[in-house]
């Protein structure tokens, strides 16, 4: 198959952006690239890691002096053999050694019980409410940061300030103004050819007939022509950093590998993009939590430690900031089935050379629970963005979250 006829049309999203090839893609205008291409080359970058399905904090940073901790979970535990030391109440699990690298090297910051009043224990909706930064989640609008990227950047036409690497794009990214280049791979990002967007368009206009009058279809067939154009000319330099890209280290060769490498490789061209954003899951260990946690938290740490040392040395590392997350923890005590259910506050994790290392926020108690039996958080998750906002990009924090969140002291 010829990249002429890498068109998917069960992938294309009416009434948003056009998905090319497993790939979305646009922006308003193609027109300054290359000259504000120079003036971002030292721009502060934020790379997202989204940890889907409900991480179980207890299991990655394990707080082994706490009696509790063994009383709750006489099975789903991990073994004091092969702990990496923190302190004396907490470890990183064995298959983080480069996270723990990290620590001991001052470039890791962990903020613990991050979280939100009233927790919500589905997967969706507490995931809305991270994306939006707002109880109602995505009925409030845009994402936090499709709202920094119209606030910040509005005045910026370039669709790749805000790149996804991935599957499904996170509602975090989304903008009512602005459009978000995404893919899954490098090589999906291409030009679909002029018969084939023919085609997309009349598909398009033909679902969207109940739009009426005429005028709406033909906005839509307008805004499609736009993203495949742009699309047209913005994939050959996605291609280019991506594909020749020389790592100084290997990468792992999974999915969450392959993503990171890709990131570097856009970083280190001088692409523009200020936020990039990757995925790894699924968390969601209700049963036999030890395999699939384990297997997870093997790449996690083999990805970012891989990202990490190859930025080291680099011109923009000290202008990298990796912020990794998960939408919950889970529930202290373990299940029946060798796992353990959704639950409330979890640590966050703060990475790279800009971060001034650490513990921020106390660890929630395993005692005293709310009435859910969960850890009570005492970070709200709404401060790590108050963070980004104002101290990393020194954007207007007040246009983008519902109000004054205290950012954390985290940077260096």
Not at 105 to 133: C, M, N, Q
Not at 245 to 273: H, K, N, S
């Amino acid at each position: 198959m010829t990249s002429q006829s890498l068109f998917d049309r069960r992938n294309f999203l009416v009434g948003g952006t056009a998905l090319l090839g497993g790939c979305m893609a646009a922006s308003n205008a193609r027109t300054q690239r290359d000259a504000t291409t120079a003036r971002d080359a030292d721009g502060r970058i934020l790379v997202l890691v989204e940890l889907y399905g409900g991480n179980d904090g207890l299991n990655t940073i394990v707080p082994y002096a706490d009696d509790e901790y063994w009383r709750r979970r006489p099975v789903v535990n991990v073994p004091k053999d092969g702990l990496l030391g923190i302190d004396d109440y907490c470890a990183f699990n064995p298959l983080l050694a480069n996270v723990n690298r990290q620590w001991h090297d001052g470039r890791l910051a962990i903020v613990r019980g991050v979280g939100y009043p009233e927790p919500v224990y589905s997967h969706f909706k507490s995931f809305e409410i991270w994306h939006t930064a707002r109880e109602a989640g995505r009925p409030s609008g845009d994402g936090w940061i499709g709202r920094l990227r119209n606030t910040a950047w509005k005045d910026d036409p370039r669709a790749e300030l805000v790149v996804h690497v991935g599957g499904a794009v996170p509602h975090s990214l989304h903008s009512s103004e602005h459009q978000t280049v995404a893919f899954a791979t490098p090589e999906s990002f291409v030009w679909a050819g002029d018969a084939l967007a023919q085609q997309a368009y009349e598909q398009a206009a033909a679902a969207t007939s109940g739009m009426s009058p005429k005028s709406g279809r033909d906005a839509m067939r307008a805004r499609l022509s736009r993203t495949l154009a742009d699309a047209q000319v913005l994939s050959p330099r996605v291609l280019k950093a991506t594909l020749e890209y020389q790592p100084q280290v290997e990468y792992p060769t999974d999915e969450f590998g392959r993503a990171l490498r890709c990131v570097a490789g856009m970083i280190d061209a001088r692409l523009g993009g200020r936020v990039y954003s990757v995925q790894l899951g699924n968390f969601d260990t209700h049963a036999t939590q030890a395999d699939p946690q384990s297997r997870l938290l093997s790449s996690f740490d083999a990805g970012i430690g891989a990202f990490l040392a190859d930025l080291k040395g680099r011109s923009q590392e000290k202008d990298v900031l990796v912020f990794a997350f998960s939408e919950f923890g889970r529930r202290v005590s373990e299940n029946y089935s060798k796992g353990t259910d959704h639950g409330a506050a979890g640590p966050a994790f703060f990475l790279g050379a800009p971060v001034k290392g650490g513990f921020y926020g106390e660890h929630p108690s395993l005692a005293e629970l709310d009435r859910d039996e969960n850890l009570i958080m005492n970070v709200d998750f709404r401060r790590l963005y108050a963070t980004v906002l104002e101290d990393w990009f020194r954007a207007d924090a007040s246009a983008v979250l519902p109000k004054r969140y205290e950012p954390l002291p985290l940077l260096a």
